[in-house]
């Protein structure tokens, strides 16, 4: 059974850090393409960050670029993603995917960054 759950989140002031982690099980979580999404109310769901599958490539969005940071570490079948200098506009619900031969998707977690 494919399972994608997300942790780490919660209420921070802005300014502040927190870091989430999505730890994979059931498919070879190595072979896959990481990445996070958000998304806040009202708004479409917007990628943050992706990781390739050994790391070696990664991308972040601009919104996000220099404050946040994704990692992976395959041994233990965790992507993170650490994130500083939080804002108000950060508040989401943030979700980790798997992408490779299918697509999967983990059940959120909410980050909300007060003023």
């Known amino acids: 059974q494919v399972q994608l759950v997300e942790s780490g989140g919660g209420l921070v002031q802005a300014g502040g850090s927190l870091r989430l982690s999505c730890a994979a099980s059931?498919?070879?979580?190595?072979?896959?393409?990481m990445m996070w999404y958000r998304q806040a109310p009202g708004k479409e769901r917007e990628l943050v960050a992706n990781?390739?599958?050994?790391?070696?490539?990664?991308n972040v969005a601009d919104p996000v670029k220099g404050r946040f940071t994704i990692s992976r570490d395959n041994a233990k079948n965790t992507v993170y993603l650490q994130m500083n200098s939080l804002k108000p506009e950060d508040t989401a619900v943030y979700y980790c995917?798997?992408?490779?031969?299918?697509?999967?998707w983990g059940q959120g977690t909410q980050v909300t960054v007060s003023s």
């Open positions: 059931g498919f070879t979580f190595s072979s896959y393409t």
């Open positions: 990781i390739g599958s050994s790391g070696g490539t990664i």
């Open positions: 995917r798997a992408r490779g031969v299918r697509s999967y």
